[in-house]
C-alpha cells in the first residue's frame, strides 16, 4: 500500500482540481453560485472574473500534482485555495447550514467541510515532500 499511496492522492487531487477547476470558466460548476456570493463582497474584481480566475487556479493546482517535482507548489496553491474554500461558512451560515445551526450543515455546507479530508491528505502529501533534513 505504501508504493502506491502517495501517487494515488496525487494523481486523485490532479484529477478532482482539473476537472472541477475546468467548469468554472465555462459557467457549468454546480459551485457557480456560492461562489458568486462568497466573492461579491471583495473590493476588486467582479464575481465573474473571480470564478474564471478560481478556476484556472484550481487547474494549475491539478497540472502541479500530476508531477512529482512540482507537487511541493501544488500544496502550496492548494492550501491557498483551502482558505478561500472555507469562507462561506463565516460569511453565508446562511447558505452553509440549515436555520444557522453549526451542527446541520447544508449540502453547501457539507461539500466545504469535506474539504478537511483535501487538507489531511495534502498534510500526508508534504510530509513526503518537505522532509527535514
Known sequence: MSKWSIPAIRISFAIIFIWFGI???FDVSSAESLLKATVAWLPFGSPE?????IGWWEVAIGITFLFQRTTKIA???LF???IGTFMPLVFLPEVTFQNGNILTPSLEGQ???KNVM???AALVLGGQ???SK
Open 49 to 53: 472574473f473571480w470564478l474564471v480566475a
Open 80 to 82: 491557498l485555495q483551502m
Open 118 to 120: 483535501i487538507i489531511s
Open 129 to 131: 515532500y518537505y522532509k
Open 75 to 77: 500544496i502550496a496553491l
Open 111 to 113: 461539500y466545504i467541510i
Open 23 to 25: 467548469l468554472k470558466p
